[in-house]
């Protein structure tokens, strides 16, 4: 590799990340479909998938397969580039996301004179920023798929989607404000790493009484991602399907895996925000070089992991427990009671700091 | 790597504007306006004024322009009709749009030193981020237009209030 030049060693190290954190998450999807299935199922008294595989492992492979090989309709009516654009835009938004997101402890590796970090694509110091943007972006393959289709059901479905969406923004930002102040950052390892202290006690949630911003950040969260309680946009038993009504195919399957990326994604800003991102809860309980040098670079991507399974496991409680909201009941919330909330959540959080610090 | 993001994303900003001009749905129109704002936030942020970029994009791209779009959706406005035009705008449109062109490039062209060299990301005297320094000259030597501008604001929101309200009986 010594012939290579720093950048070009840059750039080969830069893709093989790029490629394994793709594959992961991609697998990571497949298999949080199959754990809600699961989940949901043993909430609701049966099986679930179970004949793929032993405890049915295999299905997301078999519906794969079975997607893949589905006729690829196209509605005779339907807007045709926007119509075939929109779920590229709705899954590369919610893929791409995942790039700025550490998933680990900083750990650099150096080849020719180049430290690449290993646990994070790239480390940016606007990475929230990016994140909200790239968020925000995603909402076109939504509100395109509907009116491209053609089809009243999924007009109504992507209106309501885009109204949902625009609104609940607000609150999703506002509620990450108080963070950013006791951060002073908007790089997400600056933010992990202000965190990391003290193990537990100096997360956001606990030690940085952000609880409040915390379930502002959940709820729009779930509205943001168009899950139960806030799954207006395909609400089945009045909208068909929502603006995928007349998807089929791998059409259909990347609105699916956009939906279930973009739950990834925002657990682990959940996980990095308030939660301490990479870092123990044990803090210093446990010595710094704890189980020798592989497993202090491999513990911390174990706790994000674990965290952000616990949130992709209350999402699906969530949709096993609560009814859907009401249109007016889901704007008046978003509206009146979760954006007046996030702004006294700043106000009061910067007081404090002002105070304080 | 500069100059090269600058090619790219300047000629796809143009060809973002023209295609706005030409496309005869509105919605294809909106979605060229969208391209024409991600390329400038690409610019701004090749200049090193990152948190400029991703204002652009979460503001225009994100908030505005999807609004656009759902006005558009909402009304199912149809294509539009091509009309012949006014002759006037004909016979002096182009000549009139280069010489507007080549006149402000030679003024700023000419007056280069005395207009100094744009720094959008702003000067790092204190080794503070874009941010903190954005934040520094908003909130010092910027306080009344900034908060002006948020009162403007302010009554517009109120405007769109009034105008929105139903009227009791």
């Known amino acids: 590799m010594s012939h290579l030049s720093p950048f070009q060693t840059f750039l080969l190290l830069s893709i093989v990340k790029v490629i394994v954190v793709f594959v992961i998450t991609l697998t990571a999807v497949a298999y949080t479909v199959l754990l809600e299935r699961k989940v949901l199922g043993h909430m609701q008294n049966r099986w679930g998938p179970s004949r793929v595989g032993p405890f049915g492992l295999l299905q ?41 997101v550490p998933f680990g402890a900083a750990h650099h590796i150096y080849a020719n004179g180049i430290g690449v970090d290993m646990f994070d694509i790239s480390n940016i110091n606007i990475g929230l920023l990016v994140i909200l943007g790239i ?35 607000l609150a999703l930002g506002l509620s990450l404000v108080g963070v950013v ?11 992990v790493d202000s965190q990391s202290a003290h193990g537990l006690l100096s997360w956001n949630f606990f030690g940085g009484f952000q609880f409040v911003a915390f379930f502002i950040y959940l709820m729009a969260a779930y509205a943001e991602t168009n899950r139960s309680p806030f799954d207006l946009p395909e609400a089945e038993s009045e909208l ?9 195919s791998m059409k259909f399957a990347m609105f699916f895996m956009a939906e279930y990326a973009n739950m990834i994604t925002v657990s682990c800003v959940a996980t990095l925000m308030f939660f301490g991102g990479a870092s123990s809860p044990l803090g210093h309980l446990l010595p710094a070089n704890f189980g020798g040098a592989i497993l202090t670079v491999i513990f911390p991507v174990l706790w994000f992991v674990a965290k952000v399974f616990a949130f992709l ?45 | 790597m500069q100059l090269a993001l600058f090619i790219i994303f300047g000629a796809l900003a143009v060809a973002g504007a023209l295609n706005l001009l030409l496309q005869r749905h509105p919605i294809n129109s909106a979605l060229s306006l969208v391209v024409v704002m991600m390329s400038l936030a690409v610019l701004y942020w090749s200049l090193g004024a990152e948190f400029l970029a991703a204002a652009q994009v979460i503001v225009y791209s994100g908030a505005i322009m999807v ?75 910027q306080l009344l237009p900034f908060e002006v501008t948020s009162i403007l604001i302010l009554v517009a929101i109120l405007g769109a209030v009034v105008l929105a309200r139903k009227e009791e009986q």
């Open chain 1, 60 to 100: 997301p492979l078999a519906d794969g397969i079975k997607l893949f090989l589905k006729e690829d309709l196209l509605p005779m009516a339907a807007e045709r580039p926007l119509f075939i654009i929109a779920p590229i835009i709705a899954l590369t938004c919610a893929l791409v996301s995942i790039a700025v």
């Open chain 1, 313 to 357: 496991l209350l999402y699906i409680w969530v949709r096993g427990t609560l009814p859907r909201f009401r249109y007016d009941q889901l704007m008046s919330f978003g509206w009146k009671f979760l954006l007046p909330l996030a702004m006294a959540n700043i106000i009061i959080t910067s007081l404090v700091l002002a105070l304080h610090g």
């Open chain 2, 67 to 141: 609004l656009f779009v759902f006005v558009i959706m909402l009304l199912n406005a149809g294509e539009e009709e091509r009309t012949k035009g006014s002759r006037a705008a004909y016979i002096v449109g182009i000549p009139g749009a280069a010489a507007i062109f080549c006149l402000l490039s030679f003024v700023f062209l000419s007056e280069q030193k005395a207009l100094g060299v744009a720094n959008l990301g702003g000067h790092l005297d204190n080794g503070l981020n874009n941010i903190a320094e954005i934040s520094q000259v908003l909130f010092t030597k």
């Open chain 1, 181 to 191: 102040l006791r951060a002073q950052s908007l790089s997400l390892r600056t933010i």
């Open chain 1, 135 to 169: 968020t925000s972006i995603g909402v076109y393959g939504i509100a395109l798929s509907g009116w491209s289709s053609n089809n009243k059901f999924s007009l109504l479905g992507s209106l309501r989607a885009t109204s949902q969406v625009i609104s609940y923004e």
């Open chain 1, 240 to 248: 068909v399907a929502g603006y995928h009504t007349e998807y089929s």
